[in-house]
Antibody, heavy 121, light 106 residues
Framework: QVQLQESGPGVVKPSQTLSLICTVS??????????WNWIRQPAGKGLEWIGH???????SYNPSLKSRVTMSVDTSKNQFSLKLSSVTAADTAVYYC?????????????WGQGTLVPVSA | DIQMTQSPSSLSASVGDRVTITCRTS??????LNWYQQIPGKAPKLLIY???SLQSGVPSRFIGTGSGTDFTLTIRSLQPEDFATYYC????????FGGGTKVEIK
């Protein structure tokens, strides 16, 4: 059974960089036709796609966040990561990582439990 | 960007009711449409992919239909565990989620 787990430092100060890691267990991050995603959800609001990365390193980001987002993957550790720079209170949200299935209609079949990242001084 | 409009934003229903949620896209997306269920405090769970394919382990009372710009998620007989928020997602061009439909107990 594939499992994903987000981890990060907790509170981030305004103007700093938010950094999160997603650790994949129960399978290799490099196997199969999968890609790796970050999604966030502010309290009481809907889901916002942040971006995704393939193990080849190919990335795609939400245009509204593109200038501040960097994703990377470490296949040796079965992890992928998110960095979001110059954060403000508007970036406070639960951040999820998810596995994307590279089917003709791509979809997310496994999700992490989510981690709340407050942006506060 | 492809815009997603889900309706209604919320509804009240009773156990055993048939519930229908719609998702409309601003441009045609063929069948590149997925549906997720989210229970408060939990991660979203995939229900339907490719507009109508039922994810493994999901009860058959969840039915997805549609293509092009208009899609529907139907819950044939609402069960207590189905009270949740439902999101549609398009993966035809980049990724966008609908605003969500909260299904509450009447």
């Amino acid at each position: 059974q594939v499992q994903l787990q987000e981890s990060g430092p907790g509170v981030v100060k305004p103007s700093q960089t938010l950094s999160l890691i997603c650790t994949v267990s129960g399978g290799s991050i490099s196997s199969g036709s999968y890609y790796w995603n970050w999604i966030r959800q502010p309290a009481g609001k809907g889901l916002e796609w942040i971006g995704h990365i393939y193990t080849s390193g190919r990335t795609s980001y939400n245009p509204s966040l593109k200038s501040r987002v960097t994703m990377s993957v470490d296949t040796s550790k079965n992890q992928f990561s998110l960095k979001l720079s110059s954060v403000t209170a508007a970036d406070t949200a639960v951040y999820y990582c998810a596995r994307g299935v590279d089917f003709w209609s791509a979809y997310y079949d496994y999700w992490g439990q989510g981690t709340l990242v407050p942006v506060s001084a | 960007d492809i815009q997603m409009t889900q309706s209604p934003s919320s509804l009240s229903a009773s156990v055993g009711d048939r519930v229908t949620i719609t998702c409309r896209t601003s441009q045609t997306i063929s069948r590149y449409l997925n549906w997720y269920q989210q229970i408060p405090g939990k991660a979203p769970k995939l229900l339907i992919y490719g507009a109508s394919s039922l994810q493994s382990g999901v009860p058959s009372r969840f039915i997805g239909t549609g293509s092009g710009t208009d899609f529907t998620l139907t819950i044939r007989s609402l069960q207590p565990e189905d009270f949740a928020t439902y999101y549609c997602q398009q993966t035809y061009s980049s990724v966008t989620f609908g605003g969500g439909t909260k299904v509450e107990i009447k």
